[in-house]
């Protein structure tokens, strides 16, 4: 088998993490009809990959894991918990040399609590107002490019 947590380079010379790609979970909720969304995110560690910096809970496919699964298992990794959520929207950014990140946008019937872990400085529920004050991780940052949330 081969080893698929790794750094890996794509046609166009990018350095990712994930030699299958990666996936992660934008999981949000909304209390009720005036409520404000809100989103979760978590502040990554200093020592991974664009620390420091807002994103969601994810990371790379291993061999035998479909977007989803990998997402899910990321999600119980970083955040210890994992909720009940219904996809409501799946992305798939190719970062133009082959290399593919799957979000999961997930809706959730409540705020959940996460317990940050190694790979997680810190996580929290944001409105999209929040959010465009974040320091964000580049690839989310491009997901939300033009969106409001």
């Given at each position: 088998m081969a080893l698929t947590e790794r750094w890996t380079i794509c046609r166009l010379g990018h350095v990712h993490w994930?030699?299958?790609?990666?996936?992660?979970?934008?999981?949000?909720h909304r209390a009720g009809p005036s409520a404000p969304t809100t989103y979760l995110l978590a502040q990554r560690?200093?020592?991974?990959?664009?620390?420091n910096s807002w994103g969601i809970p994810?990371?790379?496919?291993?061999?035998?894991e479909?977007?989803?699964e990998a997402a899910r298992r990321e999600v119980r990794e970083?955040?210890?918990?994992?909720?009940?959520?219904?996809?409501?929207?799946v992305e798939v950014q190719d970062c133009g040399g082959g290399w593919q990140?799957?979000?999961?946008t997930a809706d959730v019937d409540r705020e959940f609590d996460a317990f940050v872990g190694r790979e997680t400085d810190a996580f929290g529920w944001f409105t999209g107002e929040q959010i465009a004050q974040l320091s964000l991780h580049?690839?989310?940052?491009?997901?939300?490019?033009?969106?409001?949330l």
């Open positions: 994930g030699a299958r790609g990666g996936a992660g979970f934008l999981f949000r560690s200093r020592w991974v990959d664009e620390g994810g990371g790379a496919l291993r061999e035998d479909s977007p989803e970083e955040l210890s918990v994992l909720p009940r959520y219904r996809v409501s929207d990140f799957t979000i999961f580049p690839g989310l940052r491009r997901m939300l490019d033009g969106r409001v």
